[in-house]
């Protein structure tokens, strides 16, 4: 039987609405949810709209309904695929991916399996379009896709830092990030993600300014000699910072390919304004 594979993914992803159309690629959208309304992810809010909320009221967010991926899991097979490969945010992070998991158990006559990105934003995202390659180069079985897709998480790094950890604490997602007393003394945490999917605290430098120039000599220092990159900037209302750390970056002969954006609104509301993150992907020979 031919394999037809289709890619799902959600919108922490901070994959564009036109290159998830472009490449064929399904998106769950979370939710940012008020006292008296809820919204789809990066669907019908925008980031703006939720920097401009905060003043009155700090949202919160929940992931897609077990119903909500049943219907696109069935939807796709109705639309004649025989596989799919669903990669989601860190299950440390986020509840998405033992969703997904779950319906993927329950569905009959269509193959899913599900992968824990370990990530988010474009780390995620990167991940998402490396399985889209992959299909598309119609070489390679299911199986071997989700094999090279998993090893592939090994091949990707994501560092970023905060303007206040409020916001992580208030929506529990502060994971292995300590760093009360130093945000008195103005000491930045850069924060990574570990082996199981939550965040940490990669090292500690006192001052904004000092943790964006930090950053970018953590990623000059894991540039390996004869390997190619992409490079992901995001942020969250940092676009200057996030311009001037690409301007670093544009002579760094390794990289084959920058990329700047904005993460998502409900990334937004678990970050805080003032995020600034990179994720590092080396390319495949």
Not at 109 to 114: A, G, L, N
Not at 117 to 129: E, I, N, Q, Y
């Amino acid at each position: 039987m031919n394999e037809k594979i289709a890619i799902v993914t959600d919108s922490t992803s901070d994959l564009k609405k036109e290159d998830l159309d472009k490449y064929g690629i399904r998106s769950l959208p979370l939710k940012v949810i008020y006292k008296d309304r809820q919204y789809h992810d990066r669907v019908d809010i925008t980031p703006s709209e939720v920097y401009e909320s905060m003043k009155e009221e700090i949202p919160t967010t929940s992931m897609p309904s077990p119903q909500e991926i049943e219907d696109l899991y069935t939807e796709l097979k109705n639309d004649g695929y025989t596989h799919i490969i669903s990669i989601h945010i860190s299950s440390g992070l986020s509840a998405t991916y033992s969703n997904c998991r779950m319906v993927a158990d329950q569905m009959e006559d269509i193959e899913v399996k599900v992968i824990d990105s370990k990530m988010l934003s474009m780390g995620l995202g990167r991940l998402v379009l490396y399985a889209k390659d992959l299909v598309a180069a119609e070489k390679y079985s299911f199986d071997e896709i989700v094999e090279r897709v998993e090893a592939k998480r090994e091949k990707i790094d994501i560092f970023f830092v905060v303007e206040t950890l409020k916001y992580l604490k208030k929506g529990g997602r502060i994971g292995k990030v300590s760093g009360t007393i130093g945000e008195l003394l103005n000491v930045k945490p850069i924060i990574s993600i570990d082996e199981d999917g939550e965040y940490y605290t990669f090292t500690k430098v006192r001052g904004r300014k000092k943790s964006l120039k930090k950053m970018y000599s953590i990623l000059k220092n894991r540039l390996e000699d004869g390997k190619e990159y992409c490079l992901d900037i995001m942020n969250a209302a940092a676009p200057d910072e996030a311009q001037e750390l690409l301007d670093k970056f544009k002579d760094v002969s390794a990289i084959k390919e920058i990329f700047l954006g904005e993460i998502s609104p409900v990334m937004v509301v678990h970050a805080g304004p003032g995020l600034l993150g990179l994720a590092i992907t080396e390319l495949d020979e």
